[in-house]
């Protein structure tokens, strides 16, 4: 089949960066989805090459006539991924039917399919950090788009359908093409603005005994590292089941804030706030991803530090895109 892809969410973070590396192996042939509700999600596509753009509700309306076109594979990257997000049939229409709308498609059709989960379905990680489908039943999300994730996840688990997709649990995802994410953009492109602006970085407090302030710890993936991980599922059609995308490794929010403030060669100035109380008790204190599925799957590549994927970002992106701002 010729090389068209889809991919959905396709001006967003991820997305926008995933169709990227693919015209780097030199394929446009590509249909993006999305709705352009933000102008930094036309930015993201100023940067990419496509055939064709769709807006999502048009797409949707157009997958349930049976109208879309053949194509080798989807990338399933479009969501509300707001951990905040309160309304529940928005985040289960959204999240969860148009992603299994989605699937059935490709299944019925041979193309394939691969969608972004979360590692926010892993809630609170009191049961681990393991990809094992034995494990992802006992899952307790903490928020709405972690539960919305999950239930396509126990989906796919029982109709047997993750026997024949791949779906990957994101990490701490950070790099070029978040700014229109809002108050889900990394701390690392918030932070930056804040230290321009003021010379500091605000950290939240930690609200238990056992972490320190600023030593809540989190696996941090460099948005690059998280594409070259999806596009092994294109490249590896063989490879099905439900696999975490992160580092392996947990480093704490002050090692992040530091590599920032190397990364624009400044001291370190570092203070701690008050966490709002609507998130207190949905808060992660620690993700670590088990990488053991993905490397015996295959995948072998390195992933970089925060030091380097920091300093990357910075002199890459968020210095020049300032630059442009005051010019």
């Not at 989906?155 to 990490?171: E, N, P």
Request: with cysteine.
């Amino acid at each position: 089949m010729e090389e068209r892809v889809i991919v959905t969410g396709g001006a967003g973070f991820i997305g926008s960066n995933l169709v990227k590396a693919l015209n780097d192996r030199g394929v446009a042939d590509i249909i993006v989805v999305d709705h352009l509700d933000k102008p930094g999600k036309r930015r993201n596509l100023d940067r990419i090459r496509f055939r064709e753009y769709a807006d999502k509700a048009e797409f949707r309306r157009t997958l349930r006539e049976g109208n879309v076109p053949a194509v080798r594979a989807v990338f399933h990257m479009g969501a509300c991924s707001s951990t905040t997000e309160t309304d529940e049939a928005y985040l289960d229409d959204n999240n969860y039917r148009y992603t299994r709308e989605l699937c059935e498609w490709c299944l019925r059709t041979g193309a394939r399919f691969i969608y972004a989960s979360s590692a926010a379905t892993y809630g609170d990680g009191a049961r681990g950090y393991s990809d094992e489908d034995s494990v992802t039943p006992t899952l307790q999300p903490l928020n709405g788009y972690g539960k919305s994730k999950l239930k396509f996840d126990l989906w796919a688990l029982s109709t047997g359908a993750i026997q024949r997709v791949a779906g990957l649990k994101y990490f701490n995802v950070y790099g070029p093409g978040e700014d229109h994410k809002g108050a889900m953009r990394s701390m690392v492109n918030k932070a930056y603005s804040q230290i321009r602006q003021s010379g500091e970085c605000g950290l939240f407090k930690s609200y238990r005994p056992d972490y320190r302030d600023g030593e809540q710890d989190r696996d941090f993936i460099y948005v690059s590292d998280a594409v070259a991980a999806t596009l092994f599922f294109y490249d590896r059609p063989d490879v099905c089941g439900l696999f975490n995308c992160g580092t392996g490794v947990a480093r704490t929010w002050l090692d992040l804030a530091r590599a920032l403030f190397a990364a624009m060669n400044l001291p370190a100035k570092i203070r701690f706030i008050e966490m709002p109380e609507e998130i207190r008790g949905k808060y992660q204190y620690h993700t670590q991803a088990d990488m053991t599925k993905l490397r015996r799957a295959g995948y072998a590549a390195p992933f970089l530090s925060i030091e380097d994927g920091v300093r990357r970002y910075v002199e890459d992106y968020l210095a020049g895109a300032e630059e442009k701002a005051d010019n």
